[in-house]
């Protein structure tokens, strides 16, 4: 059983930039969820997808958006960088929305 | 807004002595609650879960004690052991809904 996966690694933009990071979910799970962790504080809820559908959004303006494909992987897009959106991004999969969710590595992010 | 607040940065406690880590909450809507676990370079890894139903959860070593009129909650490690060395989150969310809230995290070091 393959665990969820993130892609890339780390990386670097400039303000201003786009950027998409990319998610692979576990196997069997349908369900992805995103976060984003700045330093010293906890994971923020940004948006989940369920079944290729935005299923819920927190608080991250529309320059902040989502795709699920029908392999239930999925992507995050953020355009216009700010500086504030240096953070580690994680993806969650879960075997349905509610249910326990398996976190990836993350992608740490870093706009300068 | 912060609506979980782990108010202690850092724990370190003896191998084989008792770790609790505690968590607050503000929203009393909230009643699905987990403590997660990250080591360095990995994402969170699902710990334990209760929901407001009950006052106890307990797992081998780990046991979470929910006080819902104090909207308090807190994790018993015991014994603890140098491979519980991590950073604890506690998180909350209404069932479902898929907005789940994080704390800041606690740093847990456990001294051989």
């Known amino acids: 059983e393959t665990g969820v996966t993130q892609s890339p690694t780390h990386l670097i933009k400039t303000r201003g930039q786009q950027v998409t990071l990319r998610c692979s979910s576990q196997?069997?799970?349908?369900?992805v969820s995103w976060y984003q962790q700045a330093l010293g504080q906890g994971p923020q809820f940004i948006f989940q997808?369920?079944?290729?559908?935005?299923?819920g959004r927190g608080n991250f303006p529309p320059r902040f958006s989502g795709l699920q494909f029908p392999n239930y992987s999925s992507e995050l897009n953020v355009n216009a960088l700010e500086l504030d959106d240096s953070a580690l991004y994680l993806c969650?999969?879960?075997?349905?929305?509610?249910?326990?969710?398996?976190f990836g590595p993350g992608t740490r992010l870093t706009v300068t | 807004d912060q609506q979980v607040k782990q108010n202690s940065p850092s724990l370190s406690v003896q191998e084989g002595r008792i770790s609790i880590l505690n968590c607050d909450y503000t929203?009393?809507?909230?009643?699905?609650f987990l403590w997660y676990k990250k080591y360095p370079a990995e994402g969170p890894t699902f710990l334990i879960s209760i929901s407001s139903i009950k006052d106890k959860n307990e797992d081998g070593r780990f046991t979470v004690f929910l006080n819902k009129s104090a909207k308090h909650l807190s994790l018993h490690i015991v014994p603890s052991q140098p491979g519980d060395s991590a950073v604890y989150f506690c998180a909350a969310s209404e069932r479902n809904n898929n907005d789940m809230r994080f704390g800041a995290g606690t740093r847990l070091t456990v001294k051989p």
């Open positions: 969650a999969s879960s075997l349905a929305s509610g249910s326990e969710q398996y």
């Open positions: 929203n009393s809507m909230f009643d699905y």
């Open positions: 997808y369920y079944r290729e559908e935005e299923n």
């Open positions: 196997s069997g799970h349908n369900t």
